[in-house]
């Protein structure tokens, strides 16, 4: 990805081109497909998970892998659909992690190749998941109970450690695309992050495609996102920053330490902290 500076903020916007079809993902190991449900990864493998979720991590705009604690992780699959296992997908999830609705498909359209990680007390709600080579992340303390994530086709989701919602947060990653949110995220309610516009524009005579394809969403860590913010691909947003209620990020990237509102949200004050704690 290339990047302009723009203004004399010095806010930095992402200049991306339509993505091409990204590669299909290889194949889990063989000896992960042929786990069952209660086995822990093998200590062999250990290293091959490291080096995955790192790569994904930075591919995905980030620094650091989420805290999932891969030796406490055993493969989950009481109440997941027959096709989960049959299209050599995984579920790892530690023994304290909250149950996923297994509602694992989308128009009829099973997944193949996705692998999802829970972490300690890690809680979301749905996971919606199509085509191939779908990868989600959740950390430790994560609780997005009521929120719905969505994988379409080698599509990268990871959540930092302790990240919250109100109430009925929706993301939505797909086409090689990704999002990425550093550690203790606190969200408002009705949150929605898309890393792109979900279906082609085309000029009329070219036939060639008008709009960003797979986008990538990097939230850095200790972001508040207020009620209703929008977020769509290619974006960044700095860490310790506040976005205003009802605003929409895309398209650009919202410095650190700051107060953004607007539609599209600008920074209108910097150099803030903000606490989880309500005090004078």
């Not at 209660?38 to 650091?64: H, K, S, V």
Request: glycine share 14%; charged share 20%.
């Amino acid at each position: 990805m290339n990047w302009r500076l723009r203004g004399r903020s010095g806010a930095i916007d992402p200049v991306d081109p339509i993505l091409p079809p990204t590669p299909a993902r290889a194949p889990l190991p063989e000896s992960l497909r042929a786990l069952r449900h209660g086995d822990a990864i093998p200590d062999g493998l250990i290293p091959w998970f490291e080096g995955e979720l790192l790569a994904d991590a930075i591919a995905a705009g980030g620094t650091t892998v989420p805290t999932i604690g891969l030796r406490e992780l055993t493969v989950r699959l009481d109440g997941m659909p027959d096709w989960w296992a049959a299209g050599g997908n995984l579920l790892l999830a530690a023994d304290d992690a909250g149950p996923i609705v297994p509602e694992l498909s989308f128009l009829g359209q099973h997944a193949t190749n996705c692998l999802a990680i829970l972490g300690r007390q890690a809680r979301i709600h749905r996971l919606v998941c199509m085509l191939d080579g779908g990868r989600v992340v959740i950390g430790a303390g994560v609780n997005l109970w009521g929120a719905a994530i969505g994988l379409i086709d080698v599509a990268t989701v990871m959540i930092g450690d302790h990240t919250t919602a109100t109430l009925d947060a929706s993301l939505d990653a797909r086409n090689g695309g990704s999002i990425y949110v550093g550690a203790d995220g606190m969200w408002g309610s009705g949150i929605r992050i898309i890393t792109d516009d979900m279906h082609a524009i085309r000029d009329r005579a070219t036939g060639k495609r008008l709009n960003k394809r797979g986008g990538r969403v990097v939230i850095g860590a200790h972001v508040w996102l207020a009620e209703t913010v929008r977020i769509m691909g290619s974006c960044r947003i700095g860490e310790g920053t506040v976005v205003g209620a009802g605003s929409l990020v895309t398209g650009r990237s919202l410095p650190g330490n700051s107060i953004c509102v607007g539609r599209p949200a600008r920074a209108v004050r910097d150099n803030i902290a903000w606490s989880r704690e309500d005090e004078p």
